[in-house]
């Protein structure tokens, strides 16, 4: 794909994520797949750019083109100052976050708070876009603040009279948070109107949705998030499917086991060893989530203090895993697969090895069915 000036391996990207998309999970994705990642958003409060927080988002090294970078703030001025910030630091491209619906950003009247202020919106886009006048500037925004000012498509003209030259679309409105499901009809309708690439974002779980999105949309690109926590090789599936319109088979338990090791030693490397254990924690969480017989391993693996530990923690699971099926195998019995893993949407589940012993299967009620299914995002 070619966008912004730059030829792409393909049109899914990795959404920016706080807490998730630093340097080694941007590079995993990107191996795995992903034709973009983009960072987490970096404070346009200048008085932060000395956190160890705000060096490590701003840390690129090593990391494969072209280096995306999201900033968030309220002040015109302040983010043109984040903008030129980021773009000495190496970032090829600078991404406004306007879609984030969290409490203590739209506090601040940052992320999708901004849009109740469209005005504010087109001074904070023109002060970017006139401070890096090299680099392509995009914008990630929701449908609108609520249900009843759905205003995306006069956001989209602001963005292109502004010089803003592609456009994320979450296909809920701030209000919305990551309940009920995404509007894909919205996107549609920014699409027919845009004049810039639209990248269409939410609920985007498995090939199938992918390929579904991409045709009710008319997208230029996909982007995924927390659909690929855990599970990086999402993009090589999307990609594969889109290109064939068949499955790949479920990953063997081997490589992932292998992927997983090195992620963690990229996260040890790259926060150090202390913050690098906690860091790791959620990661091997999210891997293991939905696995059969996973609930007790990530309990036990919460609760070990070091990275020795820590590995051999996990060559224990997935070693035992390998003996049950040679490909991972997700338990759609699972509470904690149903109420938040990717891969409970996902058909490709393999049976368990002849003889393997599985949990007791639990009845799920159709109330709980009904629940999750509203609120997944």
């Not at 200048?46 to 083109?65: F, I, N, Q």
């Not at 409105?173 to 509007?183: D, F, K, M, P």
């Not at 070990?304 to 051999?312: A, F, I, M, S, Y």
């Not at 997935?318 to 904690?336: K, M, R, V």
């Amino acid at each position: 794909m070619h966008y912004l000036g730059f030829s792409l391996r393909n049109n899914l990207f990795v959404a920016p994520m706080a807490g998730v998309t630093d340097r080694p999970f941007r590079q995993l994705c990107k191996k795995m797949g992903a034709g973009l990642a983009v960072s987490e958003m970096v404070t346009s409060n200048s008085l932060l750019y000395g956190s160890a927080k705000t060096r490590r988002r701003a840390d690129h090294d090593g990391e494969v083109a072209p280096i995306a970078v999201q900033i968030a703030g309220s002040v015109p001025e302040m983010m043109a100052e984040a903008a030129r910030y980021n773009v000495d630091r190496g970032a090829q491209i600078i991404d406004i976050n306007m879609g984030c619906p969290a409490k203590k950003v739209c506090n601040t009247m940052a992320g999708s708070a901004l849009l109740k202020d469209e005005a504010l919106v087109g001074r904070i886009l023109e002060a970017v876009v006139r401070v890096v006048p090299g680099t392509p500037v995009t914008l990630k925004i929701r449908t609108g603040w609520d249900k009843a000012n759905r205003n995306a498509p006069s956001i989209l003209k602001i963005a292109e009279q502004s010089g803003i030259q592609a456009l994320t679309v979450h296909g809920r409105t701030r209000a919305c948070g990551y309940t009920g499901h995404a509007e894909y009809e919205t996107i549609a309708a920014i699409k027919a109107e845009a004049r810039i690439p639209i990248v269409a974002n939410g609920d985007i779980v498995s090939p199938e949705k992918a390929k579904f999105v991409l045709d009710a949309t008319g997208a230029d690109a996909l982007m995924i998030g927390r659909a690929a926590q855990g599970r990086p090789w999402l993009f090589r599936e999307i990609e594969y499917y889109l290109a064939t319109g068949e499955r790949l088979p479920p990953p063997r338990v081997g490589e992932i086991h292998n992927i997983l090791l090195a992620h963690l030693e990229d996260l040890y490397d790259f926060y150090g060893v202390d913050t690098g254990v906690r860091v790791a924690r959620k990661h091997i969480s999210w891997y293991t989530k939905g696995l059969a017989g996973s609930a007790s391993f990530r309990h036990r693996m919460n609760q070990l203090p070091d990275v020795v530990e820590q590995r051999n923690a996990v060559d224990e699971f997935f070693l035992s895993l390998a003996e049950q099926n040679e490909h991972l195998y997700y338990d759609p019995t699972d509470d904690n697969n149903i109420e938040g893993h990717a891969a409970w949407k996902s058909p490709t589940i393999f049976p368990p090895a002849s003889g393997a012993r599985l949990k007791p299967i639990s009845v799920i009620s159709m109330e709980k069915c009904q629940a999750i299914s509203t609120t997944w995002c």
